[in-house]
């Protein structure tokens, strides 16, 4: 009995006093991401000003992992090496610069892109998929809405290991920007 005990009681020292290890950092693989800035001339276009980009609170630096539509969990140990809403943005903002008829613009007196990251998740059932989905609503200058909606991009993982997760979500990733921009510069061009 005593033995159990001793055994129980090092068997839970061990469990509470365990080294999960060091945290891991992903990053994307993004052609939008890894494209360089643009250095050309100003262009011409209809002026569009993208407003800081917004993420869900869950959608932090932990990885955050998706079993059904109601369960959600976040990775111990793995990390992307910023904020989704960070890499949406620069995404966007890469993608939209490369867009036919449209020039970013800070100042006022454009269209307004705003943008909330809803889900940057790793999906494990029913298929293992990244999924990035982005609530977006555009303002024409007078801010009449041209249209509030959502955009869904999902990507299979090719693997268990979580490189193959950061690769897929970056193919998510520019999949979504891209339908957001073609869909963007239509409603900019629309009479």
Do not use: N
């Amino acid at each position: 009995m005593r033995a159990a005990c001793l055994a129980l009681a090092l068997l839970a020292t061990g469990c509470v006093f365990r080294d999960p290890g060091a945290p891991r950092f992903f990053r994307p693989e993004s052609a939008a991401l890894d494209s360089a800035p643009e250095a050309s001339p100003e262009r011409s276009g209809i002026p569009l000003r993208l407003r800081p980009v917004q993420g869900a609170p869950l959608l932090r630096e932990r990885i955050v992992w998706r079993s059904s539509p109601v369960e959600y969990g976040l990775y111990e140990q793995r990390r992307w090496s910023e904020l989704p809403a960070s890499f949406v943005e620069r995404a966007l903002e890469s993608t939209l610069r490369r867009t036919p008829g449209i020039q970013l613009s800070d100042g006022p007196g454009g269209a307004t892109l705003r943008v909330e990251v809803m889900a940057f998740d790793e999906v494990l059932a029913p298929a293992h998929v990244a999924a990035v989905s982005l609530a977006v609503s555009l303002e024409d200058r007078a801010q009449l809405r041209l249209f509030d909606r959502r955009f869904d991009a999902e990507e299979p993982i090719g693997g268990d290991e979580q490189a193959a997760t950061a690769t897929a979500m970056g193919k998510a990733l520019d999949a979504v920007v891209a339908e957001v921009a073609v869909a963007v510069g239509d409603a900019l061009r629309a009479p």
